[in-house]
């Protein structure tokens, strides 16, 4: 690819400003060489302003979300693609946010501009195990785990009951919620369903992978093995995709 419209598609300016970028020499090799807009240099030799290039497509990344934030691209209030350099907002392709997160959750939320590894994900036969933690208004009663855990759960307003969820009782009012599927509003319908109210839900785990030490509102590019988790099929956190019939 031209390297104007590599830097260009990382949201760098418009090709006509990137353009403009290599004339006044603040694009160069890891030596301050200038490097031309004809040039055939790998990606990981560029600097901007002497700063390496943001990388490539095929980017995933975990953003901690803090409360008050939505995962639309276009909504009144903040929005999770705030907490990204602005210069994200400008990638072709596009990052979109591997499922979401209301916004009064907060937790592991995963970016990629991989439309295929979005569409894999997301997708309802996928099977990602995802590990929040509520807080709830009320104590819980005692048969929660074994209803969760039936696989007869009906939703208010759905058909297809839930597939099995795993709940583990940290206190009282306090549990941590394993599922696999990833419908609107899940965790706080399945309580509306037993007639609780989730008060603070917070999502740990997505696939095996957690947010670790990152603080709320930061975010970090995966690591290979990280990666990893998110691939292929026989991947740990990632259970086989089922196929209808
Ligand atoms: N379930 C919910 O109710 N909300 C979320 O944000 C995620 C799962």
Known sequence: ??????????????????????????????????????????????????????????????????????????????????LLPPRFARRRPPLSSIGRLDRDTSGLLLLTDDGALL?????????????YVATLAQDLRGDEADLFASGRLLLEGEAKPLAPAMLEACGPRRVRITVTEGRYHQVRRMFAAVGNHVQ??????????????????????????????????????????????
């Open 119 to 131: 569409h894999r994900l997301i997708a309802p036969v996928s099977c990602v195990s995802k590990v």
């Open 200 to 245: 603070a839900l917070h999502r740990e785990a997505v696939a095996g992978l957690s947010l670790g030490t990152l603080p709320p509102g930061a975010w970090r590019e995966l690591e290979g093995g990280e990666r990893a988790l998110l691939g292929g099929n026989h991947q740990p956190g990632v259970t086989q995709a089922k196929t209808p019939g």
């Open 1 to 82: 690819m031209r390297l104007v419209r590599l830097i260009a598609n990382l949201g760098y300016g418009s090709r006509k400003e990137v353009a403009q970028m290599f004339r006044a020499g603040r694009v160069t090799d890891t030596d301050g060489e200038v490097l031309y807009a004809d040039d055939q240099v790998e990606a990981s030799s560029i600097r901007v302003d002497g700063a390496p290039l943001d990388p490539g497509s095929g980017l995933v990344l975990m953003l901690h979300k803090p409360v008050g934030y939505t995962c639309s691209h276009r909504d009144p209030g903040q929005l999770v693609y705030d």
